[in-house]
């Protein structure tokens, strides 16, 4: 069974609009950290924000916020104000306690940001 | 710029060649990692290194040799690919000792053409 899924193959937005990103995932350890990165056309993947799993709050870095909803295993990235650079692929991930330093990702969503 | 650094950048290969991929990382990280990244498909580990000791192989096969002479430095040797093997080839570090949160930071990829 996948431990991370994205359902969402690609996603359109125009400039300026919230775009929201599903990933849902699946664990049986009590302690986890959940990870969006972002991959541009260049290849690298850039880091964007984290979530811990006993984190009471949601985590929010700049136009990035993820909505963590333990019950439910999501953790959606929300993008606010989408700008053009924006426009690429986007993996959610996760670290297990038991997996200790590696992560599983899922198959990425294609965010298209239109003008 | 990356603190993780690929080389090549692309890299084209007939199945009888030998050739190695070279990732150097500036960040004084002590675990290095190769991924997997293929069309469709969601990023694949394959090897794992912490103070320059394997840690992880996850069942890949001899065709694909790694080597950490130490902290900074990660090669993947290639031998004797197949068709299959075509794909972007991510390095990435990470800080052990972080517990969950430590985020890896990733090169910008070899892409591996097998011909």
């Known amino acids: 069974a996948q431990k991370i899924t994205q359902t969402q193959p690609g996603m359109f937005v125009q400039e300026k609009e919230a775009v929201t990103l599903d990933c849902t995932y699946d664990t049986s350890d009590p302690s986890y950290g959940l990870f969006w990165y972002k991959q541009p056309s260049s290849g690298e993947m850039i880091f964007l924000i984290y979530?811990?799993?006993?984190?009471?709050q949601n985590a929010t870095e700049g136009r990035y916020s993820l909505n963590f909803q333990k019950a439910r295993k999501s953790a959606n990235l929300v993008i606010s104000a989408s700008q053009l650079g924006d426009s690429a692929m986007y993996f959610c991930a996760m670290r297990e306690e038991g997996g200790y330093s590696t992560l599983t990702f899922g198959k990425g969503t294609m965010l298209l940001v239109s003008p | 710029e990356t603190g993780v650094t690929q080389t090549p950048r692309h890299l084209v290969m007939g199945m009888t060649n030998k050739k190695s991929l070279k990732c150097e990382q500036h960040l004084g990280h002590n675990a290095m990692y190769w991924y997997k990244q293929s069309a469709k498909k969601p990023l694949e580990l394959m090897f794992v290194?912490?103070?320059?000791?394997?840690?992880e192989n996850n069942s890949v096969p001899s065709r694909f040799s790694p080597e950490c002479p130490n902290s900074s430095h990660l090669f993947l040797h290639l031998h004797t690919l197949q068709p299959e093997d075509s794909a972007l080839y991510l390095c990435a570090s990470s800080q052990k000792g972080q517990g969950l949160t430590g985020e890896l930071f990733f090169g910008e990829g070899s892409r591996l053409t097998v011909l």
């Open positions: 979530q811990g799993s006993y984190d009471q």
């Open positions: 290194y912490n103070f320059k000791e394997q840690t």
